[in-house]
Structures are given as structure tokens and as C-alpha cells.
């Protein structure tokens, strides 16, 4: 079983998240909800892994993070 990677793996995230940020700039709020679902399904969709699908839904969930 594979399991969910939470430790940094994203080569300069600082750029991803800046890049993500300005994906949402100038959008409404339903816009960006809208961008936010269609990314995770095709994240989701790319990782095609329940288990793995399952630990980070629960992760997300954790408002301890």
C-alpha cells in the first residue's frame, strides 16, 4: 500500500504556491471554488490510489494542521 508523502516533494514550492496563488487572482469566489474542484479531481485522478486518496482527505479534514 502506498502511503500519503506529507514531507516537502514539490522541487521550489514557494514558486508552486505563488503560482497557485496567482491562478486565484481576479477571480470571484465561486470561480476559484470552481478551479479548487476541478484540480483536486484531476489530482485525484492522477493519483488514482484510494488509500492514498483517503489519508489525505482525512489529513485536509485535521484542523490541526
Known sequence: MTRLRTEPNI????GFY???????QGRSK?????INARL???LANHIGDREVLR???????DTGL
Open 11 to 14: 522541487p521550489d514550492g514557494d
Open 55 to 61: 489519508e489525505a482527505m482525512k489529513a485536509a479534514a
Open 18 to 24: 505563488e503560482e497557485l496563488l496567482e491562478l486565484h
Open 30 to 34: 465561486e470561480e476559484s471554488d470552481s
Open 40 to 42: 483536486i479531481l484531476l
